[in-house]
């Protein structure tokens, strides 16, 4: 069985960084492409990054590009976002996902095949 865990959540001021990791296991991990996902109280979950099998090909939302930036490390099997200029609207539920993929990386939440239980984010202003 996939399991895909999140860590690194935390608070943290506006303007301040983070780093969230998410660590696989029970698959192959060098066969899924990796995405990160946040949902908002009373929003829907909404995409924030993404990155092919390779890591040759990466993806970001318009609102966290320049940001925020995603990695991979397949000797690992874990996947990174690293997340910078924080602002208050960042605070979320980030949810790591993997998509069965060596193709591209997919950019909805119907792409993606299993799903981490999330890691609060909080951003104070």
């Known amino acids: 069985q996939v399991q895909l865990i999140e860590s690194g959540g935390g608070l943290v001021q506006a303007g301040g960084s983070l780093r969230l990791s998410c660590a696989v296991s029970g698959g192959t991990f060098r066969s899924y492409a990796m995405g990160w996902f946040r949902q908002a109280p009373g929003k829907e979950r909404e995409f924030v990054a993404s990155?092919?099998?390779?890591?040759?090909?990466?993806y970001y939302a318009d609102s966290v590009k320049g940001r925020f930036t995603i990695s991979r490390d397949n000797s690992k099997d874990t996947v990174f976002l690293q997340m910078d200029s924080l602002k208050s609207e960042d605070t979320a539920v980030y949810y790591c996902?993997?998509?069965?993929?060596?193709?591209?990386?997919?950019?909805?939440?119907?792409?993606?095949?299993?799903w981490g239980q999330g890691t609060q984010v909080t951003v104070s202003s």
């Open positions: 990155i092919s099998w390779n890591g040759g090909s990466l």
């Open positions: 996902a993997a998509e069965i993929s060596t193709v591209a990386a997919g950019m909805t939440v119907r792409e993606y095949d299993y």
